[in-house]
């Protein structure tokens, strides 16, 4: 885990697309209730706090790179918006069980093995209040990375990325809609929803946006 948080540590010393939500979480946001509190799971540097701040919603946003908070909290100073960003881990959430009225993780709980999949899964649904809505993302198996490296599970698979000289480890799970199906099942989550986005620019990214209810 510290390998990949040097990764994104770096990642957020780029910049990065940082400034515009995602498509999947402008329309998340019609969905949910004015003034309610959530929870933005691996926010980096925020750009999906700020939309759904400025929509009217109460924010908190985790991640475990100091560098994208940075980010986030100097523009929550430029902006004179409200959000609250906490370092942490996903793998094990620092709020109180049913605290949040709902909960996202867009392109954030991914590079992970299922294992960790599952429990950052398992602290989402814990800190949301029951019947509270939870939005993620995971890889499909059309992302152009799907294959690359060894496979260390079925559909696992384990890459290696070069920062500052030092070779960093990288797990990443594709799930096909049954598998993704059979995960929200055997946690208790209802799903409401589940569509595969393809985003191409010079390389097909895949994911799967999945909505569920505790
Ligand atoms: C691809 S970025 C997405 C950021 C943001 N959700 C967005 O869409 O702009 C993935 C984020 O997940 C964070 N992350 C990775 N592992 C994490 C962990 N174990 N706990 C919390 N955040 C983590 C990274 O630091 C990074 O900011």
Not at 48 to 53: E, T, W
Not at 111 to 122: G, M
Request: proline share 1%; aromatic share 10%.
């Amino acid at each position: 885990m510290k390998h990949l948080k040097e990764l994104y540590d770096t990642r957020y010393s780029q910049t990065w697309e940082i400034r515009e939500p995602a498509d999947h979480i402008v329309d998340f946001a019609r969905t949910l209730k004015k003034a309610v509190l959530i929870l933005d799971v691996g926010c980096g540097a925020g750009r999906n706090s700020f939309f759904l701040a400025r929509e009217g919603l109460h924010l908190i946003g985790l991640d475990i790179s100091l560098n994208a908070l940075k980010l986030a909290s100097e523009r929550n100073q430029k902006e004179k918006t409200q959000c609250i960003f906490v370092i942490g881990t996903f793998l094990n959430l620092p709020f109180s069980e049913g605290r949040f009225d709902a909960a996202f993780s867009s392109y954030a709980i991914e590079n992970v093995s299922l294992e960790n999949i599952k429990r950052a899964l398992s602290e989402m649904k814990r800190v949301v209040k029951k019947g509270g809505m939870m939005l993620i993302t995971l890889h499909s198996p059309k992302h152009w990375r799907f294959r690359q490296g060894k496979e260390i599970a079925n559909h696992e698979f384990l890459t290696f990325q070069m920062i500052k000289n030092k070779k960093v480890e990288i797990v990443t799970h594709f799930f096909d809609k049954e598998e993704a199906e059979r995960l929200f099942q055997n946690l208790g989550l209802k799903l409401l929803s589940i569509r595969e986005v393809l985003r191409t620019d010079e390389k097909q990214r895949a994911h799967w946006i999945a909505i569920l209810e505790k």
